[in-house]
């Protein structure tokens, strides 16, 4: 089953993971161990509750060195699993499936780990209306990797670069001189999406006013986040973001925010504990 995702090399990526694990010597503990003969019946397992993310990236890494390799996928991108749920049945050449194991795992479990936070942190906002945004807080060369497993926890991507939005911060609006002016720069340069971090409430109508289409409200505790959304009064979305935790999303999700920004979902997810394991049958 192929799988794809738009703007990203997937075959390149297969290609320059296993030649950065494989070096110019390639695998030689399995060339020494094991015959080339010798098949390989494993199971794919989730050792922790996760949700899983990554799964057919995983074939991938096992159908670049064995195309003849039987899969048997059992869960989804996207499912949520207990602790000792099979995900994956793997049969073939020994060798190619050994060599191809961490790999695989590595990318899986990272992008599984990074779905699990974000379906905590989406779970801990639901029912308030708020929208859990991801950020460019991602891997290097990985971003579009790191989006995709925000998606199968249950966020929305913001931003996937610096080119699809304005974002105009703290330091742009020093160099500019003052908000007005650096929404004005970006407005006459006929950019449709300007996105203005605010930090305090007096920055919210000169911001709208100059032609901000959102408001980020950058580390603004609930109380303040109340009333900056009252003064916004729907006239932009609004978004908090800044020292967003488990323990405080939940209040500041219930202020009337449009968006919360997590960037901990892509920068500090624990990877998943997912093992593959050989059966004999």
């Given amino acids: 089953m192929s799988f794809s995702l738009p703007g990203f090399d997937l075959d390149a990526f297969i290609r320059a993971t296993l030649a950065e694990d494989l070096g110019e010597a390639g695998d030689i503990t399995s060339a020494a ?17 996760i949700v899983v993310a990554g799964l057919p990236i995983a074939e991938c890494f096992f159908r670049a060195l064995d195309p003849g390799v039987i899969l048997d996928r059992i869960v989804e991108d996207g499912a949520y699993v207990p602790a000792g749920t ?45 929208i859990l945004l991801d950020t460019r807080k991602t891997i290097p060369g990985l971003r579009i990797l790191d989006k995709y497993a925000t998606r199968m926890g249950g966020a929305s991507n913001h931003r996937m670069g ?3 939005a304005a974002m ?19 407005v ?56 967003v935790t488990l ?17 901990r979902l892509t920068q500090s997810a624990p990877a998943a504990d997912i093992g593959l394991d050989f059966v004999t049958r």
Avoid at 33 to 49: N, T, Y
Avoid at 251 to 263: Q, R
Wanted: charge should be negative; glycine fraction near 8%; aromatic fraction near 2%.
């Fill in 188 to 243: 006459t340069v006929g950019i449709d999406r300007i996105i203005v971090e605010v930090d305090r409430i007096e920055q919210i109508e000169p911001a709208i006013s100059a032609g901000a289409t959102h408001l980020l409200l950058d580390n603004m505790n609930p109380e303040t986040l109340r009333v900056a959304v009252r003064l916004v009064g729907g006239r932009v979305p609004t978004e908090a973001s800044g020292g």
């Fill in 162 to 164: 610096l080119w699809d």
């Fill in 86 to 130: 099979d995900l994956l049945r793997i049969e073939g050449r020994a060798r190619a499936l050994l060599t191809a194991e961490r790999s695989a795992l590595n990318t899986l479990q990272h992008l599984s780990g990074v779905a699990t936070l974000t379906r905590a942190y989406a779970d801990a906002i639901a029912g308030t209306g708020a």
């Fill in 33 to 49: 161990v094991i015959p080339p003969q010798v098949l390989f019946r494993g199971v794919m397992a989730s050792r922790d509750s």
């Fill in 168 to 186: 105009i911060k703290d330091n742009h609006v020093a160099v500019a001189g003052s908000v007005e002016e650096a929404v004005r720069r970006a």
């Fill in 247 to 263: 323990e405080t999303i939940r209040a500041k999700a219930e202020t009337g925010v449009t968006y919360i920004s997590v960037g």
